[in-house]
């Protein structure tokens, strides 16, 4: 079993739904969790960072976190075709320095 | 803020030459940087972790005698990849941690990235 898995996709979501990208973690003393968006040929960007249970919004995005059901989830309201490109998953483990990534959903959003 | 930089952007060389890509943290310092690796299509790899002022820890697989990582100061990182290979072209992406200052948490902010090209 890997330590962070996410759906490869392609997801396809239509211009203005939402878009819903799932990773599920395997380490259960996991403590920091974050969402990066790559764009083809650029470098991963940080868009969200959770680290307690609940939701966490911030503009169009939504982080949500079930540290009991190791399952972390990032919402997309609105989508727009702006917002296609690879969003990744990553998950650090307590007293760990690194990230730990899943592979990546690829996410196509529809004019 | 949370501005890391790579130069240079791109490099071409030649078969058996060495290249160094360096990687800055612009508004913060970085006690610890993480150097990456992704070929096209493919995920992330993580090749290895600096600490400022220590030896590099090196992922399995990685050899530490092939890519030499130093990170002499808390706002600079290099990656020197020696005897540089065809199958050593690749996309190589830097991330800086800001482990003291205000986003004292483990987030790691990431460079542009160097795409390298050995002919």
């Known amino acids: 079993q890997k330590e962070v898995e996410q759906n490869s996709g392609p997801l396809s979501v239509p211009e203005g739904a939402i878009a819903s990208l799932n990773c599920t973690y395997s380490d259960r003393v996991s403590q920091s969790f974050f969402w990066y968006r790559q764009y083809s040929g650029k470098s991963p960007e940080l868009i969200m960072s959770?680290?307690?249970?609940g939701d966490k919004e911030d503009g169009r995005f939504t982080a949500q976190l079930n540290k009991a059901s190791q399952y972390v989830s990032l919402l997309i309201r609105d989508s727009q075709p702006s917002d296609s490109a690879t969003y990744l998953c990553?998950?650090?483990?307590?007293?760990?320095?690194?990230?730990?990534f899943g592979q990546g959903t690829r996410l196509t959003i529809n004019p | 803020g949370a501005v890391v930089s790579q130069h240079p952007s791109w490099v071409i060389c030649k078969s058996g030459t060495s290249v160094k890509i360096e990687c800055r943290s612009l508004?913060?310092?970085?006690?610890?940087m993480f150097w990456y690796r992704q070929f096209p299509k493919q995920s992330l790899m993580l090749m290895a972790t600096s600490n400022e002022g220590s030896k590099a820890t090196y992922e399995q697989g990685v050899e530490k005698d092939k890519f030499l990582i130093n990170h002499a100061s808390l706002t600079l990182s290099t990656l020197t990849v020696t005897s540089a290979h065809p199958e050593d072209s690749s996309f190589y992406i830097c991330?800086?941690?800001?482990?003291?200052?205000?986003?004292?948490?483990?987030?790691?902010?990431f460079g542009p990235g160097t795409r390298l090209t050995v002919t």
């Open positions: 959770i680290y307690s249970n």
């Open positions: 990553a998950v650090n483990r307590r007293g760990a320095q690194k990230l730990v």
């Open positions: 508004d913060f310092q970085a006690t610890t």
């Open positions: 991330s800086a941690r800001d482990q003291y200052g205000e986003r004292r948490n483990y987030e790691q902010y």
